[in-house]
């Protein structure tokens, strides 16, 4: 199931009259991609992915949403670290991989690369937010985080100078 991105929008119409139903839907759009852009909070796993003798990089395609980036990534079930600095290989390597890197956020790119094959090896678990289209988001944002939601959208709104809805007497002029 999921949340529809207007489910609150019958609420905000009563705090902020005069906002047009662009304005509400931009401000609650931009709400729910910061919620989940500072929490981290939408989280999916990818795989198991068969991991490819040389191959040291995987794209990964979410089932919803776009990837802002790596929570977690398993080879064989055993964790590895997640680095921010490319690493550079040592003239020995093991043969499994023992580190993570992400050269883009949709891409894990494992250290050293793999020299076997290793059916269903790779797990991933990435950061999601909505895609710039979406038009649904996972239900526990809209029952767990309803308030925290309408207060990002308030708060945008409110900030706003010369409109009906956050300042009367100077929308006048």
Known sequence: MATAITTWND???????GASTDQVDLEVRSTV??????????LEEIGPINIVNGTDTYTLTPTAGVVMGLQMVWVENRALPIVNVKPKLSPVS???????YSPQPDQVQLFPTPSADITDGLKVMVRLNPSSDYSDIPDEVGTHF???IMDG????????????YSNPVMAQY
């Not at 609420?11 to 009259?17: D, I, K, N, S």
């Not at 093991?94 to 993570?100: E, V």
């Not at 708060?155 to 100078?161: I, S, T, V």
């Open 11 to 17: 609420e905000l119409y009563t705090r902020v009259p």
């Open 94 to 100: 093991p043969t499994t991989p023992t580190l993570a």
């Open 153 to 164: 959208v308030l708060g945008r709104m409110y900030g706003q100078p010369k409109k009906p």
């Open 33 to 42: 991609r910061e919620f989940f852009t500072k929490s981290g909070w939408w």
């Open 146 to 148: 309803f308030d925290e």
